[in-house]
């Protein structure tokens, strides 16, 4: 009975064993599994995820973020500001973080950003879009504003802050006081920014430009930068613009920078400033002038410029129409071109001093020899040439005086097509003078292969060529300057933040054009130009010899000379015999007169009167040196002013 009973037992015991091992078996297969699992997660992660999820975490935990130079400021010669950067804030805000509260937000910055509170709350309010990943999201970051001023944001700051719901807030819930103190607090932020100001509006616009924005790709991140559109702020934009910096850093959960845990830290380095040769006051006496010329003779436009001879500098350069470099969308572009360096006209008469120094200079001719003026009637291959007057025999010295056309042509006949041409390449046109402006134009003088017959005599007058106003009034100043004809110079160093010298310009001679014995003789016959019997009378100084030339040439319109359109200019120098200034006025265009010598003349003297005074240039009859006159003591008040302003 009992090895019976023992019997049944065992198999009892066998099957119990077996369910024994089976569970233990799976377990051990259910472990292995779950280590494979872990396993093959530990390897998706670490390494076939690794790239993915290291840059997830980096981009929850890292903070990377540009550092943006400071644009460098463009000085004027005494070291005004004629162009800055302020620093200003691009309201934003996170619409994820408004609730409801859409409308007292809105009703709080209206009236500080000057925006309507329908246009901020659709702004504020949330909305849903797929990303470049194909993500649904929500908008986090939207512009209410950019440019405002930083009393403004503080301001804006304030009223946030002390925000009304119109809440008993003590009772509250957590959750609740959280998303008002994220609403007061953080809902509405700013960024960095600049804001390029020129203190004195127009003053000096062609010259300094202007300056807009791009949108660059660096690094696969989008960004605005400030860039230069035009002038000094185009030319020298990469010298302003500086260099970017960078810093990346850690943060903790609430967003904070963990300053220990700095990874990379470079600093930006501020833009250098741009010192210019251009002086403010003689700028606005400029202006000034131009501008009562402008309204006096309604011009299609009127320029200006105001060089040292010696250096080439440029004290002033201005054209009218002008526009406000603060707001140039306003503006047409028309009067957003620099005229000076940009259009090109026949030159008239005062292209003569190419043609009589030229000759004067080969010997060809010399100031005495006298030539038949025919009565003002010439009849040149085929071409009736005349002058303004009826003149008979004129000696060289009296052409130039009485601007004879039918004197100038014959000199030239004279001197030759060949020597011509070459007096005109080597007085700089046909090329660019070099300028740092943008838009320069190397003016229409066809090579000597296709001149006509006529060209030999017309070409001495001022037709058949077109030049650019810097170029006549450079060639003008090789006169004032023992023949030595100097490359246009208008910015005179570069400054750091801490305004040390980075880099220094000096004068630049292009080359000697005529000889010193021959340009006294020019500078002898120019001032016949100034006098009682000359074609510029209305161009004298009381204290000052002026030596110059009057331009009226008639303006061409599809091949045809217009009757009633007239391109007139004056070009002179002072003292003549020692030059300190050469200024040249000219007029597309004037009414109520068009001679060179009624029109741009007077316009000349008020500028060289205000200009000497301010300069303090010794008069010529050895007097003690002209006091300041009012209106070039106001000159000076206007752009001081403006200066204390902008710091």
Known sequence: MERGRTANRNPERTMA???????????????????????????????????????????????????????????????????????????????????????????????????????????????????????????????????????????????????????????????????????????????????????????????????????????????????????????????????????????????????????????????????????????????????????????????????????????????????????????????????????????????????????????????????????GHFWYAGRNLHDHHSYGVLSVENIITKSSNIGAAKVGIKMGENRLYEYIRDFGFGARTGIPLQGEVSGIFHPLKAWSKVSIAQIPMGQGIAVTRLQMTMSMCAIANNGWLMRPMLVDRLEDSDHRVMAKFTPQRVRQVISESTDKLMVRALKTVVSPDGTAAKAALEHYTVAGKTGTAQKAEHGVYVPGKYFSSFIGFFPADNPELCISVTMDEPKEGHYGGDTAAPVFKQIAERAASYLNIRPEDNVQPAPETPAAAEDARVIRTAAARSQ
């Open 17 to 375: 064993k077996r369910l024994q091992y089976r569970r233990v078996l799976m377990l051990v297969v259910l472990v292995l599994i779950a280590f494979a699992g872990l396993g093959y997660r530990l390897v998706d992660l670490q390494v076939l995820r690794h790239g993915e999820l290291s840059a997830k975490a980096q981009e929850n935990t890292q903070l990377e973020f540009p550092l943006e130079p400071r644009r460098g400021d463009i000085l004027d010669a005494k070291g005004n500001l004629l162009a800055t950067s302020v620093l200003v804030k691009t309201v934003c805000a996170d619409p994820t973080t408004m609730g409801n509260r859409q409308m007292e937000v809105a009703r709080t910055l209206a009236p500080l950003l000057q925006v309507s509170e329908t246009e901020i709350i659709q702004k504020l309010t949330p909305r849903i879009y797929q990303n470049e990943q194909g993500e649904t999201v929500t908008n986090k970051y939207i512009k209410l504003k950019e440019k405002v001023s930083v009393d403004t944001w503080q301001k804006i700051q304030t009223a946030m802050t002390n925000l009304s719901l119109g809440l008993d807030e003590k009772r509250l819930s957590k959750s609740e006081k959280a998303f008002y103190h994220i609403l007061r607090q953080k809902a509405v932020f700013a960024e960095d920014g600049q804001l390029r100001a020129y203190p004195n509006q127009t003053l000096a616009a062609h010259v300094l430009g202007y300056v807009g924005t791009e949108e660059r790709v660096s690094n696969g991140e989008r960004r605005i930068e400030t860039v230069g559109k035009d002038g000094i702020e185009h030319m020298f934009d990469s010298k302003l613009r500086g260099v970017r910096g960078w810093r990346v850093t850690e943060k903790d959960g609430k967003q904070r920078e963990m300053v220990s845990r700095r990874e990379q830290d470079v600093e930006a380095r501020d833009g250098m400033n741009v010192v210019l040769t251009v002086d403010s006051v003689i700028q606005h006496i400029v202006e000034t002038a131009l501008a009562e010329a402008m309204e006096k003779h309604s011009p299609v436009s009127i320029s200006g410029i105001v060089v040292r001879p010696r250096t080439g500098e440029i004290l002033a350069m201005a054209t009218l129409p002008n526009y406000d470099p603060n707001n140039p969308g306003y503006s047409t572009p028309d009067a957003r071109r620099n005229r000076v360096i940009a259009d090109v006209a026949e030159p008239g008469s005062t292209f003569k001093i190419v043609v009589i120094s030229g000759a004067l200079n080969d010997r060809t001719v010399s100031l005495a020899d006298n030539f038949d003026c025919e009565q």
